[in-house]
């Protein structure tokens, strides 16, 4: 069982700038696929950024260039770098992640992910 606990939610302005942080319980294995989402109140959950272990990435249009995900060296906690923020993007926002035996191709946004977190609440008012 892997446990992810996702902190740094909160209130900001239009503009501002929130970090989100997930702390992983298990380390990166070889193939290791992380991704933020987000559902915000009377709408469906949606795919914001994803992360493969080995670096690469992928982002929902509505975040690209405003977003940035990344994890630490001890690769235990993920990071979304959240800047420009809008109103929209008022949501709960829940770190996820799942692991495999074999290669990369498996993980984008609609990745089934086994592991997930509480998440936290991000409210951006205008």
């Known amino acids: 069982q892997v ?22 319980s298990r380390g990166a294995d070889a193939n ?8 915000a109140p009377g709408k469906t959950r ?7 272990n080995y670096g690469g990435t992928a982002y929902a249009d ?8 990344s994890q630490d060296n001890a690769k235990r906690t993920l990071y979304l770098e959240m800047t420009s923020m809008k109103p929209e ?27 997930w977190g509480q998440g936290t609440q991000v409210t951006v008012s205008s």
Do not use: N, P
């Open 32 to 39: 290791r696929c992380m991704g933020w989402f987000r559902q």
């Open 89 to 115: 993007d008022t949501a709960m926002y829940f770190c996820a992640a799942e692991f495999r035996d074999y290669g990369s191709g498996w993980c984008h946004m609609g990745t089934s992910f086994t592991y």
């Open 46 to 52: 949606e795919g914001v950024a994803i992360l493969y």
């Open 3 to 24: 446990q992810l606990v996702e902190s740094g939610g909160g209130s900001v302005q239009a503009g501002g700038s929130l970090r989100l942080s997930c702390e992983a």
């Open 62 to 69: 509505s975040v690209k260039g405003r977003f940035t995900v």
